[in-house]
């Protein structure tokens, strides 16, 4: 379970989080939608220790993140898998390095155990015999794959998702979240996604939270938000489902 | 519309007072890196995997500058000397001039400022793209210590490869005098090469690559260190990358005049 309580966070005069609370149960995934510069992103960072807050606690099965040490943090962040927004993936590295990366450093697989664990975890985001191209002779929707292969080769209890599907294309962007459910269904993990998408919130989201100038506006099920009295919230997902057409 | 307390005030107190803030604070997150660094360097396993593409990158890439610009400052140095003899001077004195000023100065000096350009700039740029495209991020959420990984190869490449680049370009530099003394002067190759045995001294190639080790490890760690913590996109890595240079070079100019006090 990962909680978050009462987070605060300033960058120079601009205070990004006001209060954040908020918990992902086990073998959920929770979508936290909000507009873009609203700090969805960095509450992704704190969650492994990149970025510290300024006040509250964030706790993953129990322990308080932001008081562990370096050796316990590595230890933590061996628990999670992230994709990041624009994949970040190793620009000097082929996209089999990419994958194996964390397998050669973390495991004691032996180099042909590496290579056909690479290849599985390509055949499952249906990128076979791409394991020798560079992350220059792809495209988007296919560097998000490699991300999520790289992200989820060690099988982790968590994952924590960037914005998954900006920049693609609805069909590539469907791709991806059919992806994220297969991956949830098959390894059963804990998932925080962080978008502004509505239609691929829905798609892979079991509760949702709402950010509103730095803080939780609402959180709930599609149905509870659909339904929501709010109307700053019906503003909300009037605009975006609008904006996706 | 902005109140009084929001406007930067840029009065000249306050102008040095940000600056004197700002300088430490980077001093201080520069310090942090390196003892990080130092402190992690029993961590092998972590940079090892870097450190020889990082010694081609940074050392035999850049062989064929260094020797060129060593050749031309070996032959400049030979033409300039002569220019300057009176004639009752030896003309073997060129090359006692030639070989000093070469080893213990000129090599190490110029090359490390040709070097703060090329690897300097390569790495900060390298690193500093890393940082805007959320690759160092990617390494710290794959469990990896992404100073060690990324910082310590790069430092030490520079470290061990400076000293290797200017005991070549030194030798390069002194075989440019030659030439340039045949072709430009009247100094007789034989008096120019009784110059350099009878002048040189085992001492001053320590100084030379004294220097060059610590210009290497100057250099190279000012770079990672502007490309680690470099933002603000494009902009920002671009701003870094010319940081480097400037940083690197007045620091090397500083270090010059140190070790020149401290050991000659």
């Not at chain 2, 400037?246 to 050991?263: E, G, K, N, P, Q």
């Amino acid at each position: 379970m990962i909680r978050l309580e009462n987070i605060h966070k300033k960058f120079g005069e601009q205070e990004v989080h006001k209060g954040i609370t908020f918990t992902a149960r086990d073998r959920e995934t929770i979508v936290i939608l909000g507009k873009s510069g609203g700090g969805k992103s960095v509450l992704l960072k704190m969650i492994i220790g990149l970025i510290k807050p300024d006040i509250g606690t964030i706790e993953v099965d129990g322990k308080d993140v932001s008081k562990m040490t370096f050796p316990e943090l590595q230890k933590l962040r061996f628990k999670f898998g992230f994709l990041f927004q624009n994949a970040a993936l190793f620009d000097s590295m082929s996209v089999g390095e990419n994958i194996a990366l964390a397998l050669e450093r973390h495991s004691n697989y032996t180099k042909d155990e590496v290579i056909d664990r690479v290849e599985y975890a390509l055949n499952v985001v249906g990128l076979e015999n791409s394991a020798h191209k560079m992350p220059s002779q792809l495209s988007g929707g296919m560097k998000k794959r490699v991300g999520l292969a790289r992200a989820v080769v060690l099988t982790p209890k968590y994952m924590l998702y960037d914005e998954p599907t900006t920049g693609l294309d609805m069909e590539t962007a469907d791709g991806i979240n059919l992806l994220i459910n297969e991956l949830k269904n098959t390894i059963g993990m804990t998932s925080i996604a962080v978008t502004h998408d509505i239609h691929s919130a829905f798609l892979i989201g079991d509760r949702f939270t709402i950010f509103d100038k730095g803080k939780v506006r609402m959180t709930g099920t599609k149905e509870e938000i659909l339904n929501s009295n709010d109307e700053e919230i019906r503003k909300y997902i009037q605009s975006e489902i609008e904006t996706k057409g | 519309m902005a109140t009084e307390s929001n406007q930067i005030d840029n009065s000249f107190f306050a102008v040095v007072g940000r600056g004197t803030v700002l300088f430490f604070e980077h001093l201080g997150r520069y310090s942090s890196s390196i003892w990080w660094m130092l402190s992690h360097a029993h961590n092998a396993k972590e940079y090892s995997r870097n450190i020889f593409s990082q010694m081609n990158q940074v050392g035999i890439s850049s062989i064929p500058i260094v020797l060129f610009v060593s050749m031309f400052i070996g032959m400049v140095s030979a033409v300039q000397s002569a220019y300057q003899l009176f004639d009752w001077i030896p003309k073997s004195v060129v090359g006692s001039f030639v070989i000093k000023s070469l080893m213990l100065e000129l090599v190490p000096l110029i090359s490390a400022i040709v070097l703060a350009g090329k690897v300097g700039a390569t790495i900060t740029a390298e690193m500093g793209t890393m940082r805007v495209t959320e690759q160092i991020d990617a390494l710290d959420a794959l469990a990896f210590d992404s100073i060690s990984f990324l910082i310590t190869p790069r430092v030490l490449a520079g470290t061990i490869m400076f000293p290797i680049l200017i005991i070549f370009g030194s030798f390069i530099g002194v075989v440019g005098g030659l030439v340039g003394a045949i072709l430009a002067t009247d100094v007789p190759a034989e008096a120019y090469i009784y110059g350099i045995k009878n002048t040189f001294e085992v001492y001053d190639a320590f100084i030379g690559i004294l220097k060059a080790t610590v210009f290497g490890f100057t250099i190279t760690s000012c770079a990672c260190y502007m490309g680690y913590y470099a933002q603000g996109g494009s902009e920002g890595v671009g701003r870094a990358t010319m940081n480097t240079v400037v940083v690197s070079c007045l620091s090397v100019v500083v270090m010059d005049f140190i070790i020149a006090s401290v050991f000659t």
